[in-house]
């Protein structure tokens, strides 16, 4: 039979608050909207077992869903369940199924590539993904794949019928985040989320479970809308004047932008900000993110000096919550060890909506060796097809993708946008890259601002991200431009101060003029 995988509840009698009954939370939980029930049961006597299954499966078919029986064949003969699901290490799946009865559902536990690979070859109805987060509802035996690590294995069910959850450490506030970011660069999306202490230990299973439920139909329905509909059709005019658009939002509006930046770029971040029309916070402090991420406009986090590592974290994780937009500047990731670990942990607990980098940068994201990097610098003449690197990039981290250089290149994984605009001396400044973040953040919250009126359910951030990075790329270089055409710019000293007067003069009808954008695809 069909199983819808939405919400699928693996139970754990042992988290349960004081006072509360298995029976009575699980009912609430089917109330609020849970799809299937995994009784798992790892360590109680048969009889034990037994009982618990066959009240759990009265209770499911009162509600007409699907009950699953972890590990033990036994039981989910005895009571008559509708499937089992099996791990890496209990009976194999072509056993179970010469066991149990045609067309009972077989899922399996999946940790790796290999893993899938071998569900597909046994039939498997399902697999569990995960761990996605860390969790502490079992001890763990397979290492924490990450939110980025499962797209690829939903990749290997690509032409398949088998169906895919995701399991660990999801809930409520990490749950758009999981689903949004887990999607593969095929557009292979969870067909579910299984969850087990954010219901079972909460005191109130029916309003969570409705939560979650509410939560992932709202995703799916937005993912499946845009599949519907056709992409935006971006031209070299309509980019033009969004862009001159979000600049008059920026005036109007004065957005707030929370910047975690290196220390050598802090002074000259916060005046381009200023110059923009937006006002800057520089806030570091870990127990201030929540409450700024109710107010601000966009986050731009920039680890140039890894420092505030906590603070990036939380601030990330707080902004996707209120699905604000979220700029990263990875400033010299291939430079360390140290930074390429940091990058994967922050882009695993929270979704950027745009990353922005130069080749050197973007290229130690992509784990490409086409370019490489010295320090925060790129080393080469680039990429041989920047136009498909950025676009492939864009896809695998489910964001919009700005590579940063003489020729900038910004996609949001279908659209890809060439822009010719700055000069030389922009590379003879320090942190001239780390202000295109800045500015990259103000547009971004000026697209949020702008499309605030949409309605937002499922989506992770609302507005134009992509339209968003053009303009902040476009106003940076734009206005350095304006700023060498000045009789008192002699060198690199007199042009840093002249480029935040451009930033500051600059109109957009200067932008509309003075734009060099050619629209790839």
Not at 52 to 78: E, M, T
Not at 249 to 265: A, C, D, E, F, G
């Amino acid at each position: 039979m069909p199983i819808d995988y939405s919400l699928y509840l693996v139970t754990g009698r042992n988290l349960l608050p004081e006072g509360t009954t298995y029976i009575k939370s699980l009912e609430e939980s089917l109330r609020g909207g849970v799809t299937v029930v995994q009784v798992r049961e790892k360590d109680v006597d048969t009889l034990e077992f037994l009982e618990i299954a066959r009240q759990s499966k009265a209770l499911c078919d009162k509600y007409q869903v699907p009950l699953i029986i972890n590990d033990r064949l036994d039981i989910a003969l005895a009571v008559n369940a509708d499937g089992v699901h099996l791990g890496q290490t209990d009976m194999p799946v072509h056993i179970a199924r010469s066991l149990l009865p045609p067309n009972t559902v077989i899922g399996v536990s999946c940790n790796n590539l290999e893993h899938v690979q071998q569900a597909i070859r046994d039939c498997v109805d399902y697999i569990g993904i995960g761990p996605v987060w860390p969790t502490s509802t079992k001890e763990l035996t397979n290492p924490v794949i990450g939110v980025r690590g499962v797209g690829s294995l939903l990749a290997a069910l690509d032409g398949t019928t088998v169906k895919a959850v995701a399991i660990g450490g999801i809930r409520s506030d990490n749950l758009l985040r999981t689903l949004h970011g887990s999607m593969s660069p095929s557009g292979h999306k969870l067909d579910g989320i299984a969850v087990v202490s954010e219901i079972v230990a909460s005191r109130e299973p029916h309003a969570t479970s409705r939560t979650l439920r509410e939560t992932y139909t709202a995703w799916d329905a937005c993912i499946a809308g845009q599949k519907a509909k056709p992409s935006t059709a971006y031209t070299t005019e309509n980019v033009k004047a969004g862009v001159a658009n979000l600049m008059s939002i920026i005036r109007k509006t004065n957005p707030l932008i929370h910047q975690i930046t290196n220390v050598v770029v802090t002074n000259q971040s916060a005046n381009a900000t200023l110059a923009l029309g937006a006002s800057p916070i520089m806030a570091t402090a870990p127990q201030e993110m929540e409450d700024l991420s109710r107010v601000l406009g966009a986050l731009l986090i920039n680890f140039g000096t890894v420092t505030d590592k906590e603070g990036m974290m939380l601030a990330g994780k707080y902004a996707n919550r209120e699905r604000k937009p979220v700029v990263f500047d990875p400033v010299g990731v291939g430079a360390t060890q140290f930074r390429r670990k940091t990058a994967a942990q922050l882009l695993n607990t929270w979704q950027a909506s745009v990353i922005k980098g130069n080749a050197g940068e973007l290229g130690a994201l992509a784990e490409s060796q086409e370019v490489q990097a010295k320090g925060v610098d790129s080393v080469g003449s680039g990429f041989a097809d920047p136009a498909n690197f950025v676009k492939d990039l864009a896809k695998r981290e489910r964001c919009v993708v700005a590579l940063t250089g003489k020729t900038d290149w910004v996609s949001d994984g279908a659209t890809v946008v060439k822009l010719d605009n700055g000069h030389e001396l922009l590379g003879d400044i320090t942190g001239s890259g780390c202000m295109v973040g800045t500015c990259i953040a103000t547009f971004c919250a000026a697209a949020w601002t702008q499309a605030n009126t949409e309605s937002s359910a499922g989506m992770l951030v609302r507005g134009d991200m992509l339209l968003g990075a053009i303009g902040g790329i476009l106003a940076l270089t734009i206005a350095a431009e304006a700023a060498t055409y000045r009789s008192d710019v002699r060198g690199s000293g007199t042009f840093l101060p002249a480029l935040i007067d451009e930033l500051y003069n600059l109109k957009p009808e200067t932008v509309l003029e003075k734009a060099k954008i050619q629209v790839i695809s």
